[in-house]
Every structure is written in C-alpha cells, then in structure tokens.
C-alpha cells in the first residue's frame, strides 16, 4: 500500500469547487443587492474573494476583495453600486493562485467600451491562448484563465460585442459558465460540453443568471432552463434573445454537482439534489448493506444519502455528528496545534448516540482518505463499537482539469489502491462505495449526459499532457509551502 498520510488541515478531504457566477439585468432594481443575495447563495462554491461589477449604461463600477461574501460588502459600499445590470462572483482558486488579482469580476477597458467577466471553469487551452494573446500585445495583470477570456473578446472587439463573444468561443477549449456584462447589456455563456452549470430565471419582466437554481430562488426569480452547451444568451432591454455560438458536443455535466457541489436545493435536470441524494443513500444501502445498530451521516452533505441508506436497510437514523457550521474556511496555519486539533473544529461526534454501537457512517466521498481516518479514530474513541464507512459515490481514481480542486493522481487514495487496502488505512470495520451505475440512476438520467471522468479516467475533452504536468508541479509546489 502507498499513501499520502500527511493531514493537511487546511485542505478538505473532498474534490474543491471553483467557483459562483451570478448576473442579473433588471432595471429600476437594486441589482448590487440582489446579486450581493445571489452570490451569498452561491458561497459555499467559493470562499476565497468574492466581486461585484454593476453597470448604469455609461460606466462599470467594480468592486471586489479577499474573503467571504459578508466580509467583502456591507451596506456602505453597496450603495456605491449603482446601476441597471450587474455580475456577482465568489472565487476557489484553480488556475491562478489566491491573490487579489485572481478575485473576480474581470474588468477589462478597451477602444470600442469595456465588459466586467465572472467565470466558472477551467480552459484547457489557456497557455496557448495566453502566449497569443501576449504576441499580440496584450498584457495581463492576473494569472487567471478568466483574464485570458476576457482579453480574447476584447481582441475581437472590432466585430461588435456579440461577434466577439461568439469569436471567443470558437476559440475556447475546456469547462466554462461565465457571464459577461457591458455598461448596459448581459451575456451569458457555456462551454459545448455543458460541464459546469448555468441556470436562467426570470424575475418579472427582467432576467437572472446563476451557478445554481438556488440562487434565483433567493431572489424570487421562477427558473426558466439552463443555458444550452454551446449557447450565448444576450439579456437587455429588448428582453433575451439566444444564439447558439457553438456546436454543442456530447452532454457531459459533472456528476460531483449530484454528489457534492451544488446544494441540496438546486434542481439539475429538473431533479432536486436532495431527492437524489436521498436515492444514492438507497442504493447504496442495496449494494453494501451493513449489520450494524444505526446510521449517521457525516454534514452537511452526507446526511441525505445517510437518511436513505435508512430507509431502505431499516436501521434507525440518528444524528451523530455536530458540525460547527460558523468555521468556514480557515486561513490559519497548520501549526502543530491546529493539526492537532484537527477534524474536531469542524465535526464533533455526540458521545452518548455513537457509545457501544455499532454505527454506519454514510459519507458523499472520499479523496486523500486522511479525514474519513480522522473520522474513524474519532468514533472509536468516544467508544463506537464498530466503525462501517460507506460512499454514496464510486472510488475517485482521477484528477479533474475542468474547474474542480482535486489531488493530483498520485494523492488520490483510491487511484493506486484497493477497497480493502483503503478500508485498512482509515480503521473502519468495513468499507463500501456506490457504484457508477447506482450513481447514475439516482440521478433519473442516463450515464451519456454526465462528466465521470474522475471515476473512469474517461475525460470528454482532451487534455493536453503539458497542463496534466503543470498540475502535478503546482500540487508539489503547495505541499512543499504547507510544510
């Protein structure tokens, strides 16, 4: 057996999402406040900064900063943000680091007007792009790749701000949602593929765009549909109107936005996540049932297979563990003490439910496996009886390079190792996962419409070898700075 056992508090033991995009054209609303709403809807997609850009048919004002939404506004600067149509973003660092430069939304001025740009995603083709562009005389103030679209439409600005939007896109490769304002005008955009998810709403006689449904219902927006792989929809005063800039490609949504990402609440598919995690916990119990006394679900993402592994095997549901829901994402170091510390600052397990029983743990995945052993060794040592860890998804076997946070390969637990050799190093008595196929029928649709590349190494867009290299370095880099 081979493992990465260091455990680096600061790093989750879950795939990382990247980002929030939300955007909303509604004149004579305070679209600061509403998009100040939808991107606290959308915080749990990033933590890192968050952004807003407003425009009042003249000018794009943005403002954006380090930190959790709350932190970054407040009634102050909000009323600064005046204007007909604004884009909102909160940021997890993929490609380019957590600096103030990466925070969104990109503002970018040239001859012909300027755009503000948020963006959901990961390009593939960014290098190439980047060193283009460069060439080309542009100068980039960021390491983004959302810089880099941002740049591109600005280089084909002399074709009018939907040609060169629509020139963009033929140019792009890999997972994109971005949306895209002028001092008057929204615009949003998928990739061909439909990776990352971008729902429309309506909100009266104006419009609405965001990561997720949740965050349209926040604002009392009715969901309308999802923007089409391949699609820019165009929103301003004479209502939206769509073009298909791009050839769609096969439907390849990430299956983390079932497991994991989007919250429980968003609708995918016209499915609620909730209900279909409810059903992973079902099938799951039918695959890998347990004997044991009673079933508890590690929170937040957890408990809704947890509560269906329930029903269907008949043992009691109980809630078992606290999560202390005000932690967020912590930016202090590792030290000894906080390693030390460890899970317990974000779960705490209630001794007299898990004491001399025999638990089942129903958790949405495990990544390094460092956290589900801190888990364990945390039940046991309040006196459960027996630990059986199960997974209301398969084995991670496979980094992601469409916007989500993983590990490169050789950290991924499950990429180098068997069931039973996992289930030896994190100490529970036993150890199940949801097949692909359970998986794919929680979702009421079919496995051709899904990204599952991080299961099956089977990735709908090609990725170039040098950004597979470039992954593995930056993750060395950053585990050499967290000691």
Not at 166 to 181: D, H
Not at 225 to 231: A, I, L, M, T, Y
Not at 269 to 276: E, G, K, T, V
Request: aromatic fraction near 8%; charged fraction near 25%; hydrophobic fraction near 40%.
């Amino acid at each position: 057996m081979s493992f990465d056992v260091d455990y680096d508090y600061d790093r989750p033991d879950k795939p990382e999402e990247a980002c929030g995009v939300f955007g909303v054209y509604a004149p004579g609303h305070d679209v600061s406040k509403l998009t100040y709403f939808g991107l606290h809807a959308l915080q749990h997609r990033g933590q890192e900064s968050a952004g807003i850009a407003v425009g009042d048919g003249d000018t794009i004002i943005t403002y954006k900063d380090m930190g959790l939404v709350p932190q970054v506004f407040n009634e102050k600067n909000l009323a600064c943000l005046i204007g007909d149509v604004a884009i909102g973003h909160t940021r997890y660092s993929t490609t380019g680091s957590s600096h103030w430069e990466n925070a969104q939304p990109i503002y970018k001025a040239f001859r012909e007007g300027s755009i503000a740009l948020a963006h959901n995603g990961n390009l593939t083709n960014t290098k190439e792009l980047r060193t283009m562009l460069s060439k080309n005389g542009q100068r980039f103030r960021s390491t983004s790749d959302s810089e880099v679209i941002a740049s591109l439409i600005a280089s084909f600005a002399d074709k009018g701000i939907e040609g060169a939007i629509i020139e963009t896109m033929k140019q792009l490769e890999g997972a994109y949602s971005v949306a895209i304002m002028t001092e008057s005008q929204l615009f949003a955009i998928r990739d061909p593929y439909g990776i990352r998810p971008f729902a429309i709403g309506k909100l009266g006689k104006n419009f609405a765009v965001a990561s997720e449904s949740c965050a349209l219902n926040i604002i009392d927006a009715d969901y309308m549909r999802d923007v089409n792989p391949g699609e820019l929809v165009i929103i301003d005063e004479n209502g939206l109107r769509s073009v298909q800039a791009v050839e769609p490609k096969k439907l390849s949504l990430c299956i983390f936005e079932f497991i994991y990402f989007a919250r429980p609440d968003t609708r995918l598919f016209d499915r609620l996540l909730y209900s279909a995690r409810e059903t992973m916990g079902v099938e799951l119990a039918k695959e890998a049932p347990a004997d044991a006394d009673l079933v508890i679900g590690v929170p937040d993402s957890g408990v809704p297979a947890a509560i269906g592994y329930s029903q269907q095997s008949g043992l009691p549901y109980r809630e078992g563990l606290v999560k202390n829901r005000y932690i967020g994402r912590t930016f202090i170091q590792p030290t000894q003490t906080v390693r030390q510390a460890g899970i317990k600052l974000k779960l705490n397990p209630l001794c007299e439910v898990i004491r001399d029983k025999r638990i089942v743990v129903v958790d949405d995945s495990i990544v390094r496996g460092n956290t589900s052993k801190k888990l364990v060794e945390m039940l046991r040592g309040v006196g459960a009886r027996e630990v059986h860890m199960r997974v209301s998804s398969p084995p991670t076997k496979w980094p992601c390079f469409y916007g989500i946070d993983t590990a490169d390969r050789g950290q991924l637990i499950a990429a180098n190792n068997e069931i039973e050799e996992i289930r030896q190093f994190i100490g529970a008595d036993s150890l199940g996962y949801l097949s692909i196929e359970g998986l794919v029928k929680s979702t009421e649709n079919v496995r051709e419409n899904f990204c599952l590349a991080c299961f099956d190494g089977v990735y709908p867009i090609d990725v170039p070898d040098d950004l597979k290299i470039t992954k593995m370095m930056l993750e060395e880099e950053e585990s050499k700075i967290n000691g």
